[in-house]
């Protein structure tokens, strides 16, 4: 008997559904010209089940698709699965195996950092490959690292060091901070206090703090069946914890916020005895279930002020938009410009709908540049490349991959960031559709060891 398309559950079809072969393609066509200036590899990740099959978005097999880009060209395009413990040992996939940390999937993000390729997610160890998209081995820092690890650290420009955290603790303490040196040494594991395990996904830093955002998606067994069991629970509350990049439990200040959830900030900076951040704040998450996207965020800026000990919260712009990154350069420092993913479908509890238009904000004024992918067309997670011969902060350009819902088609794009709203400059034809997935990275060669 023939599946209705209807049953299948949203992660599994359309674009959203796995491909299982892996492959490469040289030379490959482009439309317009590759700034030569960019040596380097784009790298996405996100779910892919080999068996076909998984539960839920967030438990596919992790899958990373590269471009390698050089001289002008795009030199290849390659796809592999992350040789992960769940497809070396099955071959087909599985489940990720929540008591054994090294057995992820790093499907979630994708960051370099002392010289390697980290893939990620949040209730693992991470796992490195290599710039030809090989897997490495799993990343335990020398046995010391203990807890798993957030799919979203940060690098701190002007030390290098990593700055990152675990929520993902069924015992106190639900949270620990995680810093890690610029060669690759964990220098802090620190216990922090929190009343309930919340799905913390992702974190703000500055040049002297870090800030947690304690939001009420609190664990709740009775969801299980839901595929994440994580519920919204405005009762537990919402704050936002200040502590020295280099504290301790003792150190942190709690700051009261109106319930809501955020999974990805913008950027976040100091200024005199405040803190501001730029946050995508959606009013809820999972509302019926761990797979109602009905809300989409918000660009909102959140001013803690450390006198008063008070946060101002407001809304800069009502154009729906996630996935938000800056420049490298400026993470943790007081950017001027912001980039986000736009989002659609508010209100539609099927799927999560990424849209058709990326957004540039000048986060001092909340000014919005757009552009427009094109009838049909969805994006996906504007990343910055910097200009290797310039050092203005917008000086560089934006790379992601889009599909076309019409054509079955992917292709990368290369924007401009100092000219937004035009064309790309440059569009790559990939050889293969590159279903909708999470985060990535551009590597400059630079970068690696």
């Not at 620190?190 to 395990?197: L, V, Y």
């Not at 799927?351 to 909340?366: H, I, N, R």
């Not at 292709?411 to 100092?418: F, G, L, P, R």
Request: net charge negative; aromatic share 10%; glycine share 10%.
């Amino acid at each position: 008997m023939a599946t209705i398309e209807s049953e299948i559950p949203w992660h599994l079809r359309g674009n959203w559904a796995p491909i299982q072969t892996e492959l490469t393609a040289e030379n490959l066509t482009v439309e317009g010209l590759i700034p030569p200036q960019l040596e380097g590899v784009y790298i996405r990740t996100g779910p892919n089940p080999k068996s076909g099959f998984s539960p839920h978005w967030f438990m596919g097999d992790g899958m990373v698709h590269g471009v390698r880009l050089s001289r002008g060209k795009a030199e290849w395009y390659r796809n592999r699965f992350v040789q992960t413990p769940n497809i070396t040992k099955t071959g087909s996939g599985s489940t990720p195996d929540l008591g054994d940390l090294s057995n992820g999937s790093g499907n979630t993000h994708v960051v370099t950092h002392a010289g390697t390729i980290l893939c990620l997610e949040e209730g693992h160890w991470p796992w490195k490959i290599d710039g030809e998209l090989n897997t490495v081995g799993c990343e335990n820092y020398g046995g010391s690292l203990t807890t798993s690890m957030t799919a979203h650290p940060k690098i701190c420009p002007a030390t290098g060091e990593l700055l990152a955290f675990s929520y993902f603790s069924f015992e106190p303490p639900y949270l620990t901070y995680l810093r890690i040196s610029p060669d690759g040494q964990l220098l802090q594991s620190e216990g922090i206090n929190i009343p309930n395990m919340v799905m913390m996904h992702d974190f703000n830093v500055t040049r002297n703090h870090v800030i947690f955002m304690d939001l009420p998606l609190v664990l709740d067994l009775s969801l299980l069946d839901t595929g994440v069991p994580f519920g919204f629970n405005p009762s537990a509350g919402a704050r936002l914890g200040v502590m020295p990049r280099e504290g301790s439990n003792a150190d942190i200040r709690w700051f009261e916020i109106d319930p809501c959830y955020v999974f990805h900030p913008v950027n976040a900076y100091e200024h005199g005895e405040k803190i501001i951040l730029h946050v995508s704040r959606q009013p809820e998450a999972f509302g019926s279930s761990s797979d109602d996207y009905a809300e989409v965020g918000r660009l909102w800026r959140w001013t803690i002020d450390l006198v008063s000990g008070t946060v101002t919260e407001e809304q800069v712009d009502d154009r729906p938009g996630d996935f938000g990154r800056v420049a490298d350069s400026v993470v943790g420092l007081d950017a001027n410009y912001g980039y986000l993913m736009a989002m659609a479908g508010e209100g539609n509890s099927e799927e999560p709908v990424y849209g058709s238009a990326l957004w540039k904000y000048d986060l001092q004024t909340g000014k919005c540049w757009e552009h427009h992918l094109g009838e049909g067309v969805r994006g996906g997670e504007p990343v910055f490349a910097a200009d290797p011969e310039s050092d203005g902060e917008d000086e560089g350009w934006i790379i992601t991959i889009v599909h076309s819902e019409t054509t079955g088609s992917s292709k990368m794009i290369i924007v401009d960031a100092q000219d937004f709203e035009t064309e790309p400059i440059a569009t790559i034809h990939l050889p293969q559709r590159v279903p909708y997935g999470a985060h990535g990275s551009w590597v400059p060669d630079t970068s690696l060891l």
